[in-house]
């Protein structure tokens, strides 16, 4: 039973920075995908950014591309998200995700229906 921790919700202003942790424990699979998601009021939950736990590679949503940066420390079984460059539009509730489905190659292009644990979920607010 694979349960996941997140931390390091809050309120910023526009321009400036968060980082979101999400601590993962009972994982029983070697590779698979980590990342997040995000539901802002009224919106449709998306995903933000994943990466393939066995090789790193990474992928993001156009809306977040070259402002926020996933990593990951295999040792604490720990995924980081840094967001730079907060816009208003990046309010959300931030949910961390996890499975064991990944592209063939060792891509994360992951939807919803291939998620098997989920967060509790973390309020950013960016105003």
């Known amino acids: 039973h694979v349960q996941l921790v997140e931390s390091g919700g809050g309120s910023v202003q526009p321009g400036g920075s968060l980082r979101l942790s999400c601590a993962a424990s009972g994982v029983t699979y070697v590779s698979g995908c980590m990342g997040w998601f995000r539901q802002a009021p009224g919106k449709e939950r998306e995903g933000v950014a994943f990466?393939?736990?066995?090789?790193?590679?990474?992928n993001y949503a156009d809306s977040v591309k070259g402002r926020f940066t996933i990593s990951q420390d295999n040792a604490k079984n720990t995924v980081y998200l840094q967001m730079n460059d907060l816009k208003t539009e990046d309010t959300a509730v931030y949910y961390c995700?996890?499975?064991?489905?990944?592209?063939?190659?060792?891509?994360?292009?992951?939807?919803?229906?291939?998620?098997?644990?989920w967060g509790q979920g973390t309020q950013v607010t960016v105003s």
């Open positions: 990466i393939f736990t066995s090789g790193g590679s990474t």
């Open positions: 995700a996890s499975t064991p489905a990944y592209r063939s190659g060792g891509y994360c292009y992951t939807v919803e229906a291939d998620i098997t644990s």
